[in-house]
């Protein structure tokens, strides 16, 4: 058997890590991000009945949807620190709890200010999760499979909607559920989940390696000797690991990762907190059929999700495999908005929303490339802030622009304008990515 996986280039202790990272931190990993999704964007099934039973504007609803990202803000890289100063047991056990009582807290919203507030609070709870994950799977990830093991978590986002949107959609067709209204029961229910995993994290996840009792020692130093960055966090930096750090804000390789992240975000939390209102506007369907039809981008984004990082994987090619799926994105969108409620438009739909989700995981693996080890974690903290930023300032923006117009062809027209840049910048990587490799 060794032989066999040695004549394919692949040593089988390599096969065996990838194997047991995915089996013991990927999948597990993977239910924090998706129970951070739902928490995240439920306010946009929530927003069928809570936009008029709370007085909403579009503005108003925009705003409450995207100042969640202030917080995310905020939080990043103080919450990268938490977690390289405890570690990741202490670390995610902390910030699940958090944003679970303050989900829990969403069902008690009597005026849009604690709308803000809550939303501030979930996002400044969850800010870290995100960049904290990524960097703790990528110290443990092998090049070779690190697109598809970084895919599994990013994939989650895509099945939280699939899973979320028809849950959200069923609750909120309930009748004055245990005499509270549906959307205030939705927000509860799909809260309680998040603490439990917090009691999870603090039974299950090690923090680095040597902590790790399903590694044979051969294995610990394999990651040791072969992976970059595997150490403990709660290390002290030196002085020169600390300017390695931050020379990443100096490097313009590290803000055009941060441009293209912003566009991939822009266009999923755009399609994330309006899709809800499009398709009941567009069709006229109960709350729980909206879910429904909701959830099919979502699953088509998680299947493509995972074939595109696969390839990716597998060609070696980064670049390509986030322009070209950002693009047709966008025309998806733009094909489906012209179509409007017919099965063209629902088809284009699909098409629209698989192609935009799909770019994420391939992304990740440009800036782990590209970046130097040193700079790697301030650099994903950065990244992972100008994707904030997009949450933050694109759903307000198409809220006003749908207020104003009366229509969702503009706030279309500016998500397939985010998605061509995207594709532009991506390119852009490419050629810098080459040139570098011609110089070394």
Not at 114 to 135: C, D, H, K, N, P
Not at 323 to 345: E, H, I, Q, R
């Amino acid at each position: 058997m060794k032989q066999h996986h040695e004549a394919q280039g692949v040593p089988a202790i390599e096969r065996s890590v990838g194997r047991k990272v995915l089996l013991h931190l990927v999948v597990p990993a993977a239910f924090y991000v998706l129970m951070g999704a739902i928490d995240r964007t439920n306010v946009g099934f929530a927003a069928l009945d809570m936009n008029r039973a709370l007085g909403l504007s579009g503005t108003q609803y925009g705003f409450g949807a995207g100042v969640l990202f202030v917080g995310y803000m905020l939080a990043k890289y103080p919450s990268v620190l938490l977690y390289e100063a405890i570690g990741m047991r202490r670390w995610l056990t902390a910030i699940t709890a958090a944003w679970g009582l303050a989900s829990c807290a969403m069902a008690m919203i009597s005026t849009e200010w604690q709308l803000y507030g809550l939303r501030v609070l979930i996002g400044f709870a969850e800010g870290g999760l995100s960049s904290g994950t990524m960097l703790y799977l990528s110290q443990w990830a092998p090049e070779r499979y690190r697109a598809s093991i970084l895919a599994i978590p990013i994939t989650s986002i895509s099945v939280a909607q699939v899973v979320g949107a028809p849950v959200s959609g069923l609750l909120l067709d309930l009748d004055h559920p245990l005499g509270m209204e549906s959307w205030r029961l939705m927000f509860l229910a799909e809260a309680l989940p998040a603490l439990a995993l917090a009691a999870f994290a603090w039974l299950h996840f090690p923090d680095s390696p040597g902590d790790a009792r399903w590694l044979t020692p051969e294995e610990r130093g394999w990651i040791s000797d072969n992976i970059k960055g595997a150490s403990k966090p709660g290390a002290t930096p030196d002085a020169h690991a600390t300017g390695a750090r931050w020379a990443v804000l100096r490097d313009p390789v590290g803000w055009l990762c941060c441009a293209i992240w912003f566009c991939i975000l822009a266009s999923n939390y755009g399609i994330m907190f309006w899709l809800p209102q499009i398709v009941k506007g567009l069709s006229g369907l109960s709350a729980g059929a909206t879910g429904l039809v909701v959830a099919l981008p979502w699953a088509a984004s998680g299947i493509g999700l995972i074939l595109n990082a696969r390839h990716s994987d597998k060609t070696g090619e980064r670049y390509l495999h986030v322009a070209v799926p950002a693009l047709f994105g966008g025309l998806g969108l733009l094909v489906a908005d012209w179509a409007g409620a017919s099965l063209t438009g629902l088809i284009a739909l699909i098409i629209g929303g698989a192609c935009t989700g799909c770019t994420v995981a391939a992304f990740w693996a440009i800036p782990t490339r590209m970046l130097k080890p040193a700079s790697l974690p301030m650099g994903i903290v950065v990244i992972n802030m100008a994707g904030s930023l997009a949450g933050a300032t694109v759903p307000p923006v198409m809220g006003y622009l749908k207020e104003t117009t009366g229509s969702f062809t503009p706030p279309t027209l500016l998500l397939v304008g985010i998605a061509a840049v995207c594709a532009s910048l991506t390119l852009v990587a490419r050629t810098v990515a080459a040139r570098a490799q011609a110089a070394a």
